[in-house]
């Protein structure tokens, strides 16, 4: 169930990084996917998939089963390089939708089945994410988007920002600003950071996810100000500085699959951080 500015118990979370730090933090939204109400806060792009199951987000590409199926027979899975299943997608995807198709091109080549799904939440400047994590496939990719809008610091929803299905340069090169964070990359084994426009790989570490596959993991974003730190099961992954005259602030914040990934998400959290 989500809750919103009404929780107002303060609470004191002791950071594990090389530089620890006590930040005092309010609780300003929470959702823990028990009702399918919970999804009226969710907004899809892309064809994703999206809903309840025993009280946690599952969410996946719509064609997420066809490309599982194409990795079976091969005998392999997408580890996230390369991409030799949007053959297999765009086929599956003309049977749907025809010749519009070509609305998941990037320059004349097929790229579409990925999602993004939007928290319409707005952060403040300064905030914390957490969330629980699962993935249901051995096939990458996962990302968490947070500081989100418009170049112009329009909300991400704004009727003048150029529409968008899923396609990764309509996020990183577009018109929105993002910080974005990807993780469960079995081929790549990092953990990555990139901040966009301009899909800017910014800080590189380790990839925690990977230590248990099948398993459960706490997720943390703690962006404070310039600095963002990533937490995965209360490991430091990676501690980030942007330049302090041009970093991102608050905004809208998201969960972006690639096709072969299908997961569990749960307890998605956001504090303010209190000055």
């Known amino acids: 169930m989500k ?31 028990n009702e399918e109400s919970d999804l009226d806060d969710w907004v899809m792009e892309g064809p994703g998939i999206a809903k309840i199951a025993d009280g ?9 089963d066809d490309v599982a199926a194409y990795y079976q027979t091969k005998g ?7 991409g030799d299943f949007y053959e297999t ?27 993004v799904y939007w928290n319409t939440f707005k952060t403040p400047d300064n905030y914390i994410i957490e969330c629980d994590f699962k993935s249901l496939s051995e096939s990458a990719l996962h990302m968490l988007m947070f500081s989100c809008y418009g170049n112009k610091g329009e909300d991400v929803f704004a009727p003048n920002l150029k529409k968008r299905n899923g396609l990764a340069p309509q996020y990183t090169r577009g018109d929105i600003a993002n910080y974005r964070i990807s993780f469960f990359a079995p081929g790549r084994g990092t953990s990555n950071m990139r901040k966009c426009p ?16 099948k398993g459960k993991h706490h997720l943390k974003i703690v962006k ?22 041009n970093y991102l602030k608050g905004g809208q914040t998201a969960i972006r699959l690639m096709v072969p990934a299908k997961g569990l998400y749960d307890n998605y959290k956001i504090y303010k951080i209190l000055d």
């Open 56 to 64: 946690k987000l599952l969410i996946h590409s719509k064609y997420y």
């Open 198 to 213: 301009g899909r800017v790989l910014t800080v590189k570490g380790e990839d925690f996810t990977l230590q248990n596959k």
């Open 76 to 82: 392999n899975k997408f580890t996230g390089n390369g």
């Open 224 to 245: 404070n100000k310039h600095i963002t730190e990533w937490y995965i099961n209360n490991q430091l992954s990676f501690r980030f500085e942007d330049e302090k005259d």
């Open 89 to 115: 997608v765009e086929t599956a995807m003309r049977k749907d939708i025809g010749d519009k198709v070509s609305d998941y091109e990037v320059k004349g080549v097929f790229r579409g089945g990925h999602l």
């Open 3 to 33: 809750q919103f500015l009404l929780i107002t118990a303060l609470f004191t979370l002791t950071l594990s990084s090389c530089n620890s730090q006590n930040l005092k933090t309010k609780l300003v939204y929470s959702c823990d996917f």
